[in-house]
């Protein structure tokens, strides 16, 4: 049998902890899997004297996890930190130096230094692993770096935040408000203290930017990601929806466009029928469209210490079953020099269907005027209601309308126009209605 490969671990927290236990309770099945031995022999973490619930037998410790990743005692070193940059993107850009292995759970570090850390990795002809980064215990990333050869992709989507997608599930379930279900998330442990991160897209759009890359061979480019979150989602948006066969899910969306690539992450409504609107509470799910194999989906747990320790662990497997002088395929799928720049689509040039619901005074001509603005800016409506709704004053109504496919620009060109006619009474809502699994 090859010789134990060394682990050393930086980051105890939960996906720490859970990792640590897993390479305990399965030692000798992994080994099986394997052909040899995954040993822990260095650790980092903030406190020494946490108690984690697991045996690190006699790792060495250090304290900074910096000096860990270029330590000698160690063949691989998992960067389980956190962060963008700081101490994480200093211990793993140090372990790639070092020619170590690195598998990482981050998906902040890798939008913003996905490339650079990638060339180092390719440089020095070691692997970076970093399934765990995107949608949890799901397998998308092995399954578009390696499953996927041959196939053009078109587009990728998916819910990728459970907290938003346990929101969004329990308005619809239980007819609360955003904000009680938000307090909820919070008591069960789904949603941060400050959960903008989570509510306000961003990190779905880390985790699509990685997506993106993998899907188009380009460089990943966070920060050219259109994005909206669900905090201004409502009952009268959920219940709509309902009524119309759809609901509403927070997903992050990327695909192939004659003017280049458009990154979104917004919520969006999608059919009842569809797969994708099944996905219910903190559940995950992705979606790629390719020419050859069509459609498959990926679902799954996203988040959570097993979810996230399997990934990490399967990403340490890998790394196990390879062999000395053995040539590691790209980080992205291609080699990190010959990913193209990414060319940003004109998001005004979206073409989909929209769902609008405006809230507008009950006088005589609102309904005319809205249809004129559509008119003008050549949307076709496939429906147009007046809504009840038991909160509003008795002179205010809601409008719902939901459009045959038209352009973004259009849709707000003729919703600026009803707001200029002076028929809103507050900010109308504007849903895309996307084509969905």
């Known amino acids: 049998m090859s010789e134990a490969l060394r682990i050393g671990i930086a980051g105890l927290g939960t996906v720490g902890a859970s990792v640590v236990r897993?390479?305990?309770?399965?030692?000798?099945?992994?080994?099986r899997q394997c052909g040899r031995m995954m040993t822990l022999t260095a650790v980092s973490a903030r406190d020494r004297t946490r108690d984690r619930g697991v045996d690190l037998g006699n790792a060495k410790w250090f304290d900074d996890p910096v000096e860990l990743a270029r330590s000698s005692d160690i063949d691989v070193f998992v960067e389980l930190i956190g962060g963008d940059s700081g101490p994480a993107y200093d211990a793993v850009k140090a372990a790639l130096e070092a020619g170590h292995h690195v598998v990482t759970a981050n998906k902040a570090l890798l939008s913003k230094h996905g490339v650079a850390l990638a060339m180092i990795a390719e440089e020095k002809g070691v692997l970076l692993n970093y399934e765990a980064?995107?949608?949890?215990?799901?397998?998308?990333?092995?399954?578009?770096?390696e499953a996927l050869a041959g196939n053009d992709v078109s587009r990728v989507f998916g819910i990728m935040n459970g907290t938003a997608n346990y929101i969004l599930t329990r308005m619809e379930e239980e007819g609360l408000s955003f904000e009680d279900c938000l307090a909820e998330a919070q008591r069960l442990g789904y949603a941060e203290a400050d959960p903008t991160f989570d509510i306000e897209g961003h990190d779905t759009a880390h985790k699509l930017s990685i997506l993106t890359s993998l899907a188009f061979g380009c460089q990943i480019s966070a920060d050219d990601i259109y994005m909206e979150g669900i905090s201004n989602i409502s009952q009268a948006d959920i219940r709509a929806a309902s009524e119309l066969g759809y609901r509403i899910k927070l997903l992050g969306v990327a695909q192939r466009t004659d003017s280049g690539i458009e990154q979104r992450v917004h919520p969006t409504m999608v059919p009842t029928q569809s797969v994708i609107a099944q996905v219910h509470g903190v559940t995950n799910a992705v979606a790629i469209e390719t020419d050859v194999l069509g459609e498959l989906l990926l679902s799954g747990p996203g988040a959570g210490g097993n979810a996230t320790a399997s990934?990490?662990?399967?990403?340490?497997?890998d790394i196990a079953k390879s062999r000395p002088g053995f040539q590691h395929g790209?980080?992205?799928?291609?080699?990190?020099?010959?990913?193209?720049?990414?060319?940003?689509a004109r998001m005004r040039a979206h073409e989909g269907g929209y769902f609008i619901r405006m809230t507008v005074h009950d006088r005589a001509g609102v309904?005319?005027?809205i249809a004129k603005r559509m008119a003008d800016n050549e949307i076709s409506l496939e429906s147009i209601v007046q809504h009840a709704d038991g909160g509003l004053p008795e002179d205010q109504k809601n409008v719902i309308l939901v459009t045959h496919e038209t352009t973004e620009e259009a849709v707000r060109k003729a919703v600026?126009?009803?707001?200029?006619d002076g028929h809103m009474v507050d900010k109308p809502q504007v849903i895309r209605i996307e084509r969905a699994a």
Request: aromatic letters at 6%; glycine letters at 10%.
């Open 22 to 31: 897993c390479m305990t309770e399965k030692e000798a099945e992994l080994t």
């Open 133 to 145: 980064a995107v949608a949890g215990g799901i397998p998308v990333i092995k399954t578009m770096r």
């Open 311 to 317: 990934a990490v662990i399967g990403d340490m497997a």
């Open 330 to 344: 790209p980080v992205f799928g291609r080699p990190a020099a010959k990913l193209k720049p990414y060319q940003r």
């Open 367 to 369: 309904f005319a005027a």
């Open 416 to 420: 600026d126009g009803v707001i200029a």
